[in-house]
């Protein structure tokens, strides 16, 4: 039990620290606007936190605005701002529809005008208007999920097949200057490629999404395919941008949490970027290795994993690393391992990830659960949630990619 309070802990400072409240609101205060209207256009996971705080600094020196998140992230009303929720990780009719509404606001915008663009994670379905079918979009989406490719390869094919991504949001708002506050959740925070880069020149070429869809096998129509022939734009001349938040400072926020509960801390890594299963074995493997450890241990890593998809189970990638670790630390000593997205959310679940100990194991085989089958099925989410190792913080207002910890207690 003290180890799960001390993990209980550390996830709620570290997501404290990394709450887009206060950044939005510093870089507010500090920029001078010009003497034209000001429109809040909000898109991702943490949108509605970082229009509220907007609002808050600017009040009614906001036009009008509009929020597309994700469905249950909408906490109340607020001012001259009009909320949408709609489909993550696969966009749906209303993530359509709230982008529709913020396009229709920037139609027709003059050079003294400002379009306050708040950016976060997730906008990449929450922010979309295609220019393929709607089934042909979410199938194309299904496949780029289920075949291993990373964030910047989906980005990449994504754009193309989008009328905002890739800068195109951008162009659509001229004359008028878009200045964008992004809250990171890609590792090394490259501009195009957060949300698919709807307010930022793209780096990336037809030729490399040509080579995404060859390397996976991807099956996209005659339509679809002429798309990524189109080049995206390469200069943008209305455009500055600011990064508030990165998973960097979630794991300065995770290490200090960690010393407050006496535990020396060790950052491995901010760049976490490997299937999730082989994650956890190797923090179990490092906790192998320090059993014999006279003080508290905590070791740190941060990233984004990914999921192959073998089975047709329940679950989400840091599920899956904290259900793999639960196999390695098998028997040993006050030892636990716990990962969680830092949006309170993983996978098409309601829990934000898991946790396990040196029982976890024996409890799971108690429950008639095999671990290898579970994790072979992706059906990590109804093995945790067997021995109690779901963490379910609910939406948390952040994004900035995933945090993994492995703690010994002495």
């Known amino acids: 039990m003290d180890l799960r309070k001390d993990v209980d802990y550390i996830i709620q400072e570290s997501i404290k620290k990394v709450l887009p409240n206060e950044a939005v609101m510093r870089a507010l205060k500090e920029k001078q606007f010009l003497n034209g209207n000001i429109y809040v256009i909000a898109a991702g996971k943490a949108a509605w936190e970082m229009a509220n705080a907007a609002a808050a600094v600017l009040q009614e020196r906001i036009t009008a605005g509009v929020v597309c998140t994700k469905y249950c992230h909408v906490k109340r009303n607020i001012p001259n701002i009009t909320c949408f929720e709609g489909g993550h990780p696969i966009p749906d009719r209303n993530s359509f529809k709230g982008t529709q509404a913020a396009l229709d606001m920037v139609s027709d915008l003059k050079e003294e005008d400002t379009v306050l663009f ?70 090394g925070d490259p501009l195009d490629m957060i949300a698919s880069g709807p307010a930022y020149p793209d780096s990336s070429t037809c030729e490399e999404a040509l080579r995404i869809i060859e390397k996976y096998k991807l099956k996209l129509s005659k339509e ?10 390469k200069e943008l001349n209305n455009i ?47 906790a192998k290795s320090h059993q014999e450890s006279e003080e508290s241990l905590a070791y740190i890593a941060g990233g984004e994993t990914v999921v192959y998809l073998t089975g047709n189970g329940k679950g989400g990638r840091n599920q899956e690393l904290a259900l793999s670790a639960a196999n390695e630390i098998d028997g040993l000593k006050d030892t636990a391992v716990f990962s969680i997205g830092s949006d309170g959310t993983d996978g098409p679940t309601d829990a934000a990830g898991g946790w396990c100990d040196g029982g976890t194991k024996s409890l799971l085989e108690k429950a008639g659960i095999n671990i290898y089958e579970a994790l072979k099925q992706n059906d ?31």
């Open 118 to 187: 708040l950016l976060s994670g997730g906008a990449s379905a929450l922010f979309e208007k295609p220019l393929v079918a709607e089934e042909e979009l979410a199938y194309i989406t299904e496949q780029l999920l289920a075949c291993g490719a990373d964030i910047v390869e989906i980005n990449t094919v994504r754009k193309r097949l989008s009328a905002v991504k890739g800068g195109k949001f951008a162009k659509l708002c001229e004359p008028a200057h878009v200045y964008s506050i992004v809250l990171s959740d890609i590792l």
């Open 224 to 233: 679809a395919i002429e798309l990524l022939h189109i080049e995206t734009p």
């Open 240 to 286: 500055e941008t600011v990064i508030t938040g990165s998973v960097r400072e979630l794991c300065e926020a995770a290490k200090a949490a960690c010393e407050e509960c006496g535990y020396r801390a060790i950052l491995l890594t901010d760049q976490l970027d490997c299937q999730a299963k082989d994650a956890g074995a190797f923090l179990g493997a490092i």
């Open 380 to 410: 990590a989410y109804h093995a945790l949630k067997s021995a109690g190792g779901l963490i379910i913080t609910g939406a948390t207002g952040t994004n900035v990619n995933d945090i993994s910890v492995l703690l010994i207690k002495r």
